[in-house]
């Protein structure tokens, strides 16, 4: 079993990767663009669902950070849909993608800096392991879209969330999305 630090770190070391492969390439911009779209949103509703409801229950100050890093993701959600309705190669989908990868940095930082110390201290590993899998379930079923609109608190993801994913697993299938 992976903990959840570990399966939180190969996801930002993945993204980071994607964002270098984003801003060196323009031929291979739509299918990157869309797998950092899928990867993200999967991986965010995961942590809106399991990791922050941990933090804001367990650490000192847990509320503050948590708030913090949820308006982070709520802005790179709405970078995202933005970004996935961008034209590949245009100035509107470069700019966007330099946009998200400023908010990214920024936010994994913040969550391997100043908020994974904090949890790691106060989790058994036992804890971090069974975050580790229910993390690694919410991002089998999580949505692959961005949906600025849904709240970002766990019950709404658990609930329409997981509608938004089915939904979009359906128009994925239907359109042979993320086959690339």
């Not at 903990?3 to 070391?13: C, E, G, K, P």
């Not at 100043?114 to 106060?122: A, D, F, G, I, Q």
């Not at 970002?152 to 359109?175: E, H, I, N, R």
Request: charged content about 30%.
């Amino acid at each position: 079993m992976t903990d959840v630090f570990d399966i939180l770190s190969q996801d930002h070391r993945a993204v980071e990767v994607l964002l270098r492969e984003l801003a060196t390439t323009s031929a291979d911009a739509g299918p990157l663009g869309e797998k950092l779209v899928m990867e993200e949103s999967r991986h965010e509703a995961a942590e809106e669902q399991h990791f922050w409801p941990t933090v804001r229950e367990r650490v000192p100050d847990g509320d503050r950070l948590a708030d913090r890093a949820l308006s982070q993701e709520d802005e790179g959600k709405a970078v995202l849909d933005d970004l996935r309705k961008a034209e590949p190669g245009s100035n509107e989908f470069t700019q966007l993608v330099s946009k998200f990868t400023q908010a990214g940095r920024a936010h994994i930082a913040f969550e391997e800096n100043e908020v994974w110390p904090s949890l790691r201290s106060v989790l058994t590993s036992e804890e971090r392991q069974e975050l580790g899998q229910k993390i690694e379930r919410a991002k089998e079923a999580g949505p692959t879209r961005p949906h600025p609109n849904t709240p970002s608190s766990s019950g709404a993801q658990k609930t329409a969330g997981a509608a938004a994913a089915v939904a979009d697993k359906a128009m994925d299938k239907l359109t042979g999305r993320g086959k690339k």
